[in-house]
Every structure is written in structure tokens, then in C-alpha cells.
């Protein structure tokens, strides 16, 4: 069973950083894509960045050269920097994963950026 657990929301100014966890609880973390995505109020979840088994990276257009995502297997653990952080940045961020048909979500965690 996979189960995941973001952490490092908050509050920041508009222009600030914050770094977001997601701790992965399971067997063989590193054969995982994994990636995050965010929701807004009022809005569809939308995907963010990803992460493959092999390092690979995609983001969203809205984040390209803002956002990083990286991946620590021995901890565990995937990670979104966020830089140049705007108030339409704010969301609950969530951490995703796959096996095989089935979608697994983290409870998310909510980034304020204020203006």
C-alpha cells in the first residue's frame, strides 16, 4: 500500500520561496513517477510537475523556470521548490503517484502567497 504525506505549506510574500515535501510510504520508492499538482479555489486540480523513475522532469508552463523537482530515494522523498513565488501560486498542493490503474494522492498542503 502507498501512501503519501506533503509538508512545508505556508504563507509568503509575493517574490519568497517555499519547499514542499512528500514523504512516500511503501515498497520500492524508486521505480515511481511521481508528481505534484495544486488546486486553487474554484478551480480544477492541475497538474504542476513530475518527476520520473529515472530523473526525468516536466512542468507545467506556468511554473517553467520557477519551480524544481527532485527526488531523494534513500529519504524517501520527492520535492517542489517553489522561487518567484505570485499570488496565483496559491493552491493546496498535492503529491501523486500511480500503480499500475490505481492513483494515489496525498492530503496536500496549502501554499498562501501573498501580495
Known amino acids: 500500500q502507498v501512501q503519501l504525506v506533503e509538508s512545508g505549506g505556508g504563507l509568503v510574500q509575493a517574490g519568497g520561496s517555499l519547499r514542499l515535501s512528500c514523504t512516500f510510504s511503501g515498497s520500492s520508492f524508486r521505480i515511481y513517477n511521481m508528481g505534484w499538482y495544486r488546486q486553487a479555489p474554484g478551480k480544477q486540480r492541475e497538474f504542476v510537475a513530475r518527476i520520473g523513475s529515472d530523473g526525468s522532469t516536466n512542468y507545467a508552463d506556468s511554473v517553467k523556470g520557477r519551480f524544481t523537482v527532485s527526488r531523494d530515494s534513500p529519504k524517501n522523498t520527492v520535492y517542489l521548490q517553489m522561487n518567484s513565488l505570485t499570488p496565483e501560486d496559491t493552491a493546496v498542493y498535492y503529491c501523486?503517484?500511480?500503480?499500475?490503474?490505481?492513483?494515489?494522492w496525498g492530503q496536500g498542503t496549502q501554499v498562501t502567497v501573498s501580495s
Open positions: 501523486n503517484t500511480q500503480r499500475g490503474a490505481v492513483d494515489y
